[in-house]
């Protein structure tokens, strides 16, 4: 059964770092490309990062220089590193594959606070 496990959110100070991992089953996960997102409440799902198989990265203009996108292939598991975190960071976050097809459900999300 295709699922997502999300792990390492928090709450957090400003400029402190949060790592936010994402466990995905092989159906998501192999040879696919990875992503994560971010909402708030009253907005739109938005895209925050992606990490392709080759480990080539992408990144919303919003958190390039601060998150780093990264995978490890042996652990079917994508990871987001936050530094530098702003109160505009604060959002229930997700991972998933990029191309709809390989998509999994969306689930709860993990929720980021940045506060002081």
């Known amino acids: 059964q295709a699922q997502l496990v999300l792990s390492g959110g928090g709450l957090v100070q400003p400029g402190g770092s949060l790592r936010l991992s994402c466990v995905a089953s092989?159906?998501?996960?192999?040879?696919?490309?990875m992503g994560w997102y971010r909402q708030v409440p009253g907005k739109v799902r938005e895209w925050v990062a992606t990490?392709?198989?080759?480990?080539?990265?992408s990144y919303a203009t919003s958190v390039k220089g601060r998150f780093t996108i990264s995978r490890d292939n042996a652990k079917n598991t994508v990871y987001l590193q936050m530094n530098n975190l702003k109160l505009e960071d604060t959002a229930v976050y997700y991972c998933?594959?990029?191309?709809?097809?390989?998509?999994?459900?969306w689930g709860q999300g993990i929720q980021v606070t940045v506060s002081s």
């Open positions: 998933n594959a990029i191309r709809n097809p390989f998509r999994g459900p």
């Open positions: 092989g159906s998501i996960f192999n040879d696919n490309s």
């Open positions: 990490v392709n198989a080759d480990g080539s990265t």
